[in-house]
């Protein structure tokens, strides 16, 4: 199987019905770089920049960021790299920060929200990027936004330190995309101005299906209790396919479901048009997607939903066993 993955490599995740889905690996260090040749993948989907600064025991300095994050756009040559701005909350502790005593940090003072109350961190950070990307694209990414303000706020500190780089005569990013990760079922019933201002917007599945089955991805007894082909979780992926068809913003989806390949099947089927993952499942993702028809998935997905099915995978299962290569 590793080598006819590797034969697919250079080939896109073109479906029979002429779709073509965007494969994109997600990262969080230096060392997942190489994973972007051996993949094939197009770029960096998710690059999660609290990585760096779990792994040491003080904050790291702005210049020392900005170098790593250079570093890192000169690995992916020319591919593009999402940088997710810091997501840390009371269960991903800091050494050097104040440990936050929570009773639910999932859904606690995290991610953006502390970016937002204590923005000094996130401006650093966005000044590192800033840096780090001088005369060529940069892409960024807020985690955990949960309202259309906290998105508007974010984006007016990145607008902020792009100003002040360009005001002390530093050179800045060529282009700039701001989107948001849609993690918390509100945002996909946030006002269409916001679907009009993100640039992108990609679903963190792994909290997004948390929160819209009240099911903490955290515990092993209720974390796969309900199926992400659950009929009402598609009618929820469709409603955001829709949102962004609507305004024309760009959709994908980083969660761990992107990279298994019946459940990846499914969310292209619906019309989500880029899916980020670890590296090891672009070859098998791949390999599904360019077998299948998405028109005919979603015939089956629609037929299983008539019939008053809880999931449609049973009926994908079913379907994909009479397909052949
Ligand atoms: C997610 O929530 O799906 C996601 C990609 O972010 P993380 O897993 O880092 O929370
Ligand atoms: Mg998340």
């Known amino acids: 199987a590793q080598e006819r993955y590797a034969s697919l490599r250079n080939l896109p995740a073109q479906s029979k019905c002429g779709t073509v889905t965007g494969l994109m690996m997600n990262a969080g260090l230096m060392a997942d770089l190489p994973s972007l040749d051996s993949s094939g993948a197009e770029g960096v989907g998710l690059f999660r920049t609290e990585l760096q600064f779990l792994i040491r025991n003080q904050m790291p300095k702005r210049d020392e960021l900005a170098r790593l994050y250079a570093r890192v756009m000169d690995a992916a040559r020319g591919h593009r790299v999402v940088f997710r701005t810091l997501d840390i909350g009371s269960d991903k502790v800091l050494p050097y920060l104040k440990p936050q005593d929570e009773p639910n940090p999932a859904m606690g003072w995290r991610a953006i929200r502390v970016g ?54 530093h050179p800045v990013p060529v282009n700039i995309r701001v989107g948001t990760m849609l993690e918390t079922p509100s945002l996909a019933y946030a006002p269409r101005a916001f679907f009009e201002t993100t ?3 990609s679903i963190g599945g792994n909290d997004l299906r948390q929160f819209f089955f009240a099911a903490d991805r955290e515990n092993e007894r209720v974390r796969r209790r309900y199926d992400v082909l659950n009929v009402s979780f598609l009618t929820f992926l469709e409603h955001i396919v829709n949102r962004c068809a609507e305004t024309a913003t760009p959709l994908s989806f980083c969660g761990e479901d992107a990279g298994r390949p019946v459940e990846a099947l499914c969310f292209a089927a619906m019309g989500i048009q880029t899916l980020s993952m670890r590296p090891a499942s672009i070859g098998p993702v791949k390999a599904l997607l360019r077998r299948v028809d998405l028109i005919e998935a979603r015939k089956v997905i629609e037929m299983a939903r008539a019939s008053g099915a809880e999931t449609v995978r049973p009926a994908i299962l079913e379907w994909l066993a009479t397909q052949v290569d």
């Open 116 to 169: 937002l109350d204590k923005p000094g961190v996130l401006r650093m950070q966005l000044q590192a990027l800033i840096r780090a990307s001088a005369g060529r694209d940069l892409s960024i990414m807020f985690p955990f936004v949960s309202e259309h303000h906290e998105f508007m706020m974010a984006r007016s500190h990145l607008l902020r330190e792009l100003h002040r780089e360009r005001s002390l005569g």
């Open 199 to 201: 640039d992108f917007i």
